[in-house]
T-cell receptor, first 113, second 115 residues
């Protein structure tokens, strides 16, 4: 069975600081991995996805993630946080059947001025 | 703009009173999904439609049903809501279930309150 684990339910950074949100995966087959962002009382928006084409994936809003097979990780980073980045972030892996997204428990990002 | 629309955004129902949540999409996608997201938890897939083919997750309670009358619309019916069914319900679509890399596009969700 596939799963993802997000380390840290809450991350706080100052505006302009580096954002690092951690995600580790477990999969018996090469995984397809996703990062979604959820703003309060809204649905999920795709930030980026890894589909085995390139290990460094660039997404929207200046976010990127690097797939590291040796570490079974897919951490999300952004060089400089903005106040507007404050939201809930979910890492997800898709099932082998290609149907369900299996989400991590989420990480709440707070950005202070 | 092409998008996934959910109505209503907020729904209040009484314990045991049937309720229907609606989702529509203008993306002309083949696949439509319903996820349940309880407070401070990750979304969890309830079921999905691939065209008219209904696929239920093994642990989805019988209390939850779904209908897809056409490509654009999909409904979530909760026959007898309990307090534990209070959650955000998210509808999503994707173009092709056969492609594991296909992006799922989410609607804004319907927050269900059960009194």
């Amino acid at each position: 069975a596939q799963s993802v684990t997000q380390l840290g339910s809450h991350v706080s950074v100052s505006e302009g600081a580096l954002v690092l949100l951690r995600c580790n995966y477990s999969s018996s087959v090469p995984p397809y991995l996703f990062w979604y962002v959820q703003y309060p009382n809204q649905g999920l928006q795709l930030l980026l996805k890894y589909t085995s084409a390139a290990t460094l994936v660039k997404g929207i809003n200046g976010f990127e993630a690097e797939f590291k097979k040796s570490e079974t990780s897919f951490h999300l980073t952004k060089p400089s946080a903005h106040m507007s980045d404050a939201a809930e972030y979910f890492c997800a892996v898709i099932t082998q059947a290609g149907t369900a997204l299996i989400f991590g428990k989420g990480t709440t990002l707070s950005v202070s001025s | 703009d092409a998008m996934v629309i959910q109505n209503p955004r907020y729904q209040v129902t009484q314990f045991g009173k049937p309720v229907t949540l609606s989702c529509s999409q203008t993306l002309n996608h083949n696949v439509m999904y319903w996820y349940q997201q309880k407070s401070s938890q990750a979304p969890k897939l309830l079921f999905h439609y691939y065209d008219k083919d209904f696929n239920n997750e093994a642990d989805t309670p019988d209390n939850f049903q779904s209908r897809r009358p056409n490509t654009s619309f999909c409904f979530l019916d909760i026959r007898s809501p309990g307090l534990g069914d209070a959650a955000m319900y998210l509808c999503a679509t994707s173009g092709n279930r056969a492609s594991s890399t296909d992006t799922q596009y989410f609607g804004p969700g319907t927050r269900l309150t059960v009194l």
